[in-house]
């Protein structure tokens, strides 16, 4: 395809998105399924374009104006953001041979706009000017959503190190390096067909962001993982199975997880993940099925705002509106009173969103708290592992804010409540816990202390 089609193929698949609430990502997939004389190149390249231009959709509307046509849109990006010359853009709307038809005169006035105009702050962040306010403490974090997200990996431990399949993609000639926090993730140079290469096929890896991995690994100690305990999960809101199969890997195969889910159309996306990754702890269930079971973890990742996805889903935002975020928090507060009836006295509930916004984090959170007298708030560091024992970039206490700005990946939101058996028990547990977690700080100050140390010795031996 000529420059001028790929433009084209842009103003066709933005028309459709602006006119769509179905997700981007599916008007990608099946505009390119219906066109397969497209190259993965070419595809690349208009994917690519597309994402660019609806994360910064806001200020091209704000800048053109509300009555504005995708064609319009399309020119301001090449102007504003590829910074296209005037005359560049016109000789590729020249109507011939698939390219786009001539610019018409609303059209030729956009390109002498000046997009680099002070904008209001919420068309600045590219955040809906209602939803901005709510962000709370969290706002700062808009500016880093703007960015595109990198592509990260995990691995399946009882099947591959992270050695091997770094040397599997050095194989096929792609760059990639540790991920700095999970123990079990790799990040990627650059985006790649993941699902074509032989490690996936073979069920070495999944596709999942280095955040949704840290998330999933606040359901096991480290002290689990390292003696194999074979604990009782279960995964309440498993939707696909992502976390699901980060559990199920980081407890090699033993134990027991369960993931459940309200529709069980959803869990059928989980079989070939288990078939490919040959996992056999886990099963299926929908939520009304799991009866009067008892659980060691039980995991509720509740349906939310996804604002931490912003970077991945950027369309996201302009199809969210504000009644639904009032129906996320009744549904949210449902499913973590549901999920709490399965964990057994003295287990845990971890309760996580992939959102921003206070009200679906600490506010329900603390709410639960109030109407559970049952259920302790426990200190997050005692649940975390890897590397970000060390250099832990967030610092609240019982909360695990994982954003962008701070640890370069999506923005999750989790913590881990106890639920207390008898009172002596729990008063017992509570000490223990309060000395592992003074143990856990004495030991990161000394590794700190060490790491500053070493710094200054290569300081002075340069």
């Not at 993941?194 to 999944?206: A, D, P, R, S, V």
Request: with cysteine; proline share 4%; glycine share 4%.
């Amino acid at each position: 395809m000529k420059p001028a089609a790929l433009i084209q193929a842009l103003i066709e698949l933005v028309t459709e998105d602006d006119k769509s609430y179905v997700p981007a990502d599916t008007i990608l997939s099946s505009y390119f399924k219906s066109r397969i004389y497209i190259s993965d190149k070419e595809r690349r390249n208009i994917s690519y374009m597309f994402w660019e231009l609806t994360r910064n959709k806001i200020r091209l509307r704000a800048i053109i104006g509300s009555s504005y046509t995708p064609r319009q849109l399309v020119v301001g990006y090449l102007r504003a953001i590829r910074e296209y010359e005037e005359d560049d853009i016109e000789s590729l709307f020249n109507g011939a041979d698939h390219a786009p038809q001539p610019l018409r005169l609303e059209e030729k006035i956009i390109l002498s706009k000046n997009f680099s105009a002070q904008l209001e702050a919420w068309q600045e962040l590219e955040c809906p000017e209602w939803l901005l306010d709510r962000f709370g403490n969290n706002v700062k974090e808009l500016e880093y959503m703007k960015k595109a997200a990198h592509l990260d990996i995990r691995i399946n431990r009882y099947k591959a190190t992270i050695d091997d399949i770094l040397d599997e993609l050095e194989e096929e000639g792609i760059k990639a390096v540790p991920t700095k926090y999970s123990p079990y993730g790799i990040r990627l140079s650059k985006r790649t067909n993941i699902e074509e290469l032989t490690c996936f096929k073979q069920g070495k890896i999944e596709i999942q962001d280095e955040a949704s991995q840290l998330i999933s690994m606040l359901c096991l100690t480290e002290e689990e993982i390292q003696n194999l305990t074979e604990l009782k999960v279960l995964d309440y809101c498993a939707g696909t199975g992502d976390k699901t199969m980060a559990i199920s890997s980081m407890m090699s195969n033993r134990g027991e997880v369960l993931a459940a889910e309200a529709n069980p159309k959803i869990l059928e996306k989980i079989g070939p993940k288990m078939e490919r990754a040959g996992s056999r702890n886990i099963k299926l269930a929908k939520q009304e099925e799991i009866g009067d079971q008892q659980f060691d973890v039980v995991l509720v990742n509740v349906p939310c705002s996804r604002t931490g996805l912003w970077r991945r889903v950027p369309d996201s935002k302009f199809k969210f509106r504000e009644t639904e975020l009032t129906r996320f928090k009744i549904e949210q507060q449902e499913l973590i009173q549901k999920a709490s009836l399965y964990v057994k006295p003295g287990g845990r509930l971890v309760y996580t969103t992939s959102s921003l916004l206070p009200e679906e984090n600490e506010e329900q959170v603390n709410k639960f708290i109030k109407e559970n007298k049952k259920f302790d708030l426990m200190p997050i560091d005692l649940y975390l592992v890897g590397g970000i024992k060390e250099e832990r970039p967030d610092s609240h206490l019982y909360y695990y804010n994982i954003t962008p700005s701070l640890y370069g990946t999506d923005a999750y939101f989790g913590c881990v409540l106890k639920k207390r058996g008898s009172e002596r028990e729990r008063d017992r547990e509570l000490l223990r816990q309060m000395l592992k977690a003074k143990e856990k700080e004495a030991e990161i100050k000394k590794l700190r202390t060490l790491k500053q140390e070493r710094e200054r010795d290569t300081g002075r031996s340069r």
